[in-house]
Nanobody
C-alpha cells in the first residue's frame, strides 16, 4: 500500500535545470526521513540528498550548490531542484522514505525517473 511515485525526469542540455517530485502515499509522511538517490548503469546506487522529518537537509559533495531538496508535508511530496546540470548527473533518480525505530526499519523506494544530461 506504500507508494512513492517520481516525476519530472527527462532530457536536458548541460547547464540546464530540472525539478523532480516524489508523491508519497500509504505512510505518515511527516515522520519519515526522505531522500533522493541515483544510479547510473554499472554503478552502485548513491546518495544525492536527504531531508529529515525535522527539515534538516544534506547533500552529496558532487551536487552541493547545484541541487536543493525540499519537502511539502501538506502535500506529501519531496522535491529535488537540479540546476547547472552536468553529463555526470545522468542516472535514474529514486525517491526514498526511511524511518528507524529501535529494532525496526521502514524503508521504501519509488520506481525511479530517468534524468539524461546531454548536448
Amino acid at each position: 500500500q506504500v507508494q512513492l511515485v517520481e516525476s519530472g525526469g527527462g532530457l536536458v542540455q548541460p547547464g540546464g535545470s530540472l525539478r523532480l517530485s516524489c508523491a508519497a502515499s500509504g505512510i505518515i509522511f511527516s515522520i519519515y526521513d526522505m531522500g533522493w538517490y541515483r544510479q547510473a548503469p554499472g554503478k552502485e546506487r548513491e546518495l544525492v540528498a536527504t531531508i529529515t522529518s525535522g527539515g534538516t537537509a544534506n547533500s552529496a559533495d558532487s551536487v552541493k550548490g547545484r541541487f536543493t531538496i525540499s519537502r511539502d508535508n501538506a502535500n506529501n511530496t519531496v522535491s529535488l531542484q537540479m540546476n547547472s546540470l552536468k553529463p555526470e548527473d545522468t542516472a535514474v533518480y529514486y525517491c526514498n522514505a526511511n524511518r528507524r525505530v529501535v529494532h525496526l526499519q521502514y524503508n521504501y523506494w519509488g520506481q525511479g525517473t530517468q534524468v539524461t544530461v546531454s548536448s
